[in-house]
């Protein structure tokens, strides 16, 4: 399986940041699936797809979208590329044939995260945001929040949601409904408890 994918990916993404970025995620994914009692090889699959739809057009983002039937919000319909995560893990399943719902959940949730969210894709929303690519802006933030891995797990994936509402936030964007719902989900610490096994 996690060859068909790569060769996927590379096709998709060529020699790009894009890829590297990719590489990186996939990569950390793995390292955090190691105390999160995630399968490292399935969410080297996710963390390989997360980002195969990004370089689509605003026309062929929309036009994949209606092929899988994903609903579009206002906010899609501003912002496109809030959409690559859903259209990346149906192509998982129509262009690979891999049927995988934890993959695909961690896919699709990627950027926004989600309230209740499975392990798979809580690690894989945290890898995204924790690697580090070649070439790329490192914060000492970032390096502060990857150092308290993995003792403070629960503290790190919160500083993923802030990492992101900040640069948002920054560039004057809109935060994602779905971002905001998971963000007051997991700021009780019950909710956390449980998504980390930590009761």
Known sequence: MTEKVIEFVKDRLGNTYRFRHTMAVAEEAKHIASFMNVDEERIYVAALMHDTARGLTPEDMYSEARKYKIQISPLDEKRPILLHGLVAANWLIDRLNVVDWEIYEAICLHTTGAPNMGKMAAALF??????????????????????????????????????????????????????????????????????????
Not at 136 to 143: A, E, F, R
Not at 151 to 164: G, M, P, Q
Not at 189 to 198: C, D, R, S
Request: with cysteine; net charge negative.
């Open 126 to 199: 945290m890898a995204d945001k924790l690697a580090i690519t070649e070439g790329s802006h490192v914060d000492k933030d970032l390096l502060n929040a990857r150092k308290i891995l993995p003792d403070d797990i629960d503290k790190v994936f919160l500083w993923c949601f802030t990492y992101s509402f900040k640069y948002l936030m920054d560039n004057n964007q809109e935060l994602h409904p779905v971002s905001i719902d998971a963000w007051n989900y997991y700021c009780k610490k019950e909710n956390l408890e449980v998504l980390f096994g930590k009761k």
